[in-house]
């Protein structure tokens, strides 16, 4: 008896609790299904894009690298002790400044010997020249008088234009030496060509230099770009084409125009060199993404390239319904070119497509931007 009224007890209360719960009317609510309604029909988050017209170019993509326009290679031109080298490797220069000096005191021993051997000689040939003159002004009035004969004075005459002669001569050898010994001293003071930036060096002070001795320099405002062409693309690059030069290590973009294309490749590759207009932030040996404009199209049909879906040899997009469901749409594509695509066919104009999130959607799926 006591388990029976323990067990009416229980199930009192739990009647009781049942009615409390209810809603007014008594009844049990009935299940509804948003949770499943939102699996079925599941909303994605997308970003879009839509086909448009506009102008897209047509460019052949390389790697290249800064070079200088030209080296200049300045080396030392007569032999001797180096008293000074002025510059290391990474300086700047100026245009005359003094780059090395050379002992110039045995040449200067030399010079002087040589040239007062000649200034001897040149004394010699004026003192003769003088000479002659006085005995033929002689022989001359005298042969006036009648006192000397046309021979005495025919003889005076060719002894003076020998002794101009030989004076002219020993006066043209002295000057001519005395210039030469000038231009050479310059050789012991190697001054800098250009202005520019020390790049190589292989001289230093107290070391008997030769002709290989010296300093490599570049100018830093003339760069080109030498790059290579695949043969496949060779027959599309002509100079004076236009070229986009982005260079990474500096995060800039510069322009430029190809000024040559080689017709002889190695392995397929073709040398190509392009011009580029730098500035200060610019060096020698820094790597460069090239795009050569080959040619554009107007008013073409351009998809954003990020809307793209690779599938073997095929390409698709998400394209956005009216009801914003998508549609794997199969399109062709020509022209492919920084962030548009030319759009040949498969969609229309103004129809958009699935750029970020495609990765998340499927056929019929909704989407929301």
């Known amino acids: 008896m006591k388990n029976k009224k323990f067990l009416f007890i229980i199930g009192v209360i739990l009647v009781a609790i049942v009615f409390i719960l209810l809603p007014k009317g008594g009844k ?30 047509n460019t052949v993509f390389t790697i290249g690298t800064i070079d200088p326009v030209e080296i200049f290679d300045v080396n030392a031109k007569v032999s001797g002790t180096v008293l000074k080298a002025n510059f290391e490797v990474g300086d700047h220069v100026n245009k005359d400044d003094v780059l090395f000096t ?90 800098s060509p250009v202005s520019g930036v020390i790049v190589s060096k292989n001289i230093s002070k107290d070391i008997y230099a030769s002709t290989q001795n010296g300093y490599s320099i570049i100018t830093e ?20 084409q236009k070229a986009s030069i982005y260079v990474n290590t500096i995060d800039k973009q510069y322009t430029g125009e190809v000024l040559s294309v080689s017709s002889v490749g190695k392995n397929g590759s073709y040398p190509v060199e392009i011009s580029i207009a730098g500035d200060d932030n610019l060096m020698s040996g820094l790597y460069s993404e090239i795009e050569i404009s080959v040619d554009s199209v107007k008013d073409a049909m351009l998809i954003a390239k990020k809307a793209l879906i690779y599938e073997g040899d095929k390409v698709y997009v998400y ?31 103004g129809d958009k497509v699935v750029t970020l999130g495609k990765e998340y959607v499927t056929e019929g799926v909704a989407v929301k931007e």
């Open 102 to 191: 050379i002992d110039k005191a045995n040449f200067e021993t030399t010079r002087d010997a040589s040239l007062s051997q000649l200034k001897n000689s040149l004394e010699q040939a004026r003192t003769s020249r003088d000479k002659a003159q006085d005995d033929y002004d002689k022989e001359l009035q005298l042969f006036e008088t009648g006192a000397a004969s046309q021979s005495s004075l025919d003889s005076a005459k060719i002894a003076l234009d020998n002794a101009v002669i030989a004076y002219n001569n020993a006066a043209s050898s002295y000057n001519s030496q005395a210039a030469n010994y000038s231009d050479q001293l310059d050789n012991y003071v190697q001054k």
């Open 221 to 240: 405002d003339a760069f080109v770009v030498n790059a290579t062409i695949s043969s496949k693309y060779v027959k599309s690059i002509a100079k004076g």
């Open 28 to 57: 049990a609510p009935e299940q509804t299904a948003p949770e499943m309604a939102l699996d079925d029909k599941k909303v994605v988050s997308i970003d879009s894009d839509a086909v448009k017209k506009g102008e897209i170019e």
């Open 319 to 349: 394209k956005i319904n009216d009801d914003n469901t998508v549609k794997k749409v199969e399109i062709q594509v020509g022209i492919v070119n920084g962030e548009h695509v030319q759009l040949i066919s498969g969609l229309n104009e």
